[in-house]
């Protein structure tokens, strides 16, 4: 089969880690019999020195014509003086709304021989983690209404701002159909985060995600309110299967999820919409401090392109060979820069970490 991938490598590290990424991709095809086409095309500061803008349009006409996108990192000192509008940065929250990419799902999976770079006591980690986090990512809060109101000389409040948490059951339903779907193929357990003792935007939520967990009688269903499932994640996080839950609880939860296991280097995502298509990316940004140097593990892009074979291509053998390339990586003994190692590992940089895993599919 012939796949077309819009590749938007991005600035910093974000090209060198997608260089290596492309390499275990061609592997893949070599093995499997597929033709994965590459269109390279410009997102953030490399975008904004070649055309003058952080997202070209036809870059966003390529991503939507293609079958996914897999995109490094953007951002750096080069274009912090750029006005707000045009950052790099910026390119990102336009490209997942011009994609409509309502779903983000951040696995934290600990393998079992990075079990020390976590900072929790390894009992708690005894027999590996594998969580996923849904989070929404076009509604709630960061969507709202937002408002600063000036200080008024009737009161002593002074200024007085408000954001607004607002959710349809439209959102609610398809992004709970998201996370129960990948539940069915996972431990069929999913845990609905919100603040519903609270807020009324979450106790819609919390009904609205019971009546989709009807449609699905195999998978069990737990509530938490999002104070204790922060508290949850760090004392036993192997009670979790899929965590769903909205916008900002989401964005703390993932981070939080994403520090038990050690290391930002090793962290994919992706972003979904309807249908089959999204967009793969690692969590970390482009690393300014190690561009450059051949020191960026380029592990997270790797593991995001496993994410895109499974769930835009359909392809989960593909997907399940990088993963255990990944791991047998671990265990033959290599590490990358930022992965503590002991004496017995052999630290090895970006290219050397690309051309073994590849040789490993
Ligand atoms: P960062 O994730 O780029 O770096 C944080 C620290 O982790 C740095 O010390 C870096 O060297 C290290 N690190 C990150 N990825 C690594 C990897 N693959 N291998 C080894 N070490 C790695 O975050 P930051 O420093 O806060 O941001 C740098 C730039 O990236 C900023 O311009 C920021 O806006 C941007 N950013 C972009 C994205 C994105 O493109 N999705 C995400 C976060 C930050």
Not at 78 to 105: C, T, V
Not at 154 to 183: H, K, P, T
Not at 204 to 223: K, Q, S
Not at 247 to 275: K, V
Request: proline fraction near 4%; glycine fraction near 8%.
């Amino acid at each position: 089969m012939r796949y077309n991938i819009t590749v938007l490598a991005g600035d910093g590290i974000g090209p060198e880690v997608v260089a290596e990424t492309l390499k275990v991709l061609d592997k893949v095809g070599a093995k499997f019999g597929h033709e994965f086409n590459y269109d390279h095309c410009l997102i953030g500061g490399a975008a904004i020195d070649a055309t003058g803008e952080c997202l070209p349009k036809e870059t966003v006409d390529k991503a939507l014509a293609s079958d996914a996108v897999l995109l490094g990192a953007v951002g750096g000192p080069k274009w912090d003086s750029q006005p707000a509008n045009n950052r790099p940065e910026k390119a990102l929250l336009g490209i997942r709304k011009a994609l409509n990419l309502y779903a983000n799902l951040r696995p934290a999976v600990v393998f079992d021989e990075l079990k020390d770079a976590s900072p929790l006591k390894s009992e708690i980690l005894d027999g590996g983690l594998d969580i996923l986090i849904v989070r929404e990512l076009t509604g709630g809060i960061y969507f709202g209404e937002h408002a600063l109101k000036p200080a008024s000389p009737d009161n002593d409040l002074g200024e007085v701002a408000y954001d607004i948490e607002e959710y349809s059951q439209m959102e609610i339903r398809r992004i709970a159909r998201v996370a129960f779907d990948l539940a069915m193929k996972r431990g069929k357990k999913v845990t609905s985060v919100d603040k519903a003792n609270v807020l009324e935007s979450s106790r819609l939520w919390r009904r609205t995600v019971a009546e989709v967990a009807a449609e699905y009688p195999e998978v069990e269903l737990d509530n938490l309110y999002v104070d204790n499932a922060a508290m949850q994640l760090v004392r036993a996080p192997k009670q979790f299967d899929v965590i769903v839950t909205s916008n900002i609880f989401g964005d703390i939860l993932s981070d939080e999820a994403s520090q038990i296991t050690g290391s930002i280097g090793m962290l994919p995502s992706a972003s979904l919409t309807e249908g089959s298509f999204g967009m793969y990316e690692p969590v970390h940004g482009s690393a300014p401090d190690i561009a450059g140097t051949g020191k960026a593990n380029p592990i997270a892009t790797i593991l995001s392109a496993a994410m895109m074979l499974r769930y835009s291509l359909g392809l989960k053998e593909e997907a399940d060979a990088i993963e255990a390339a990944v791991d047998k990586f671990l265990k033959a003994g290599y590490r990358t820069f930022d992965l503590q190692a002991a004496p017995e590992h052999k630290v090895v940089g970006t290219e050397e970490t690309g051309d073994l895993i590849a040789e490993m599919i």
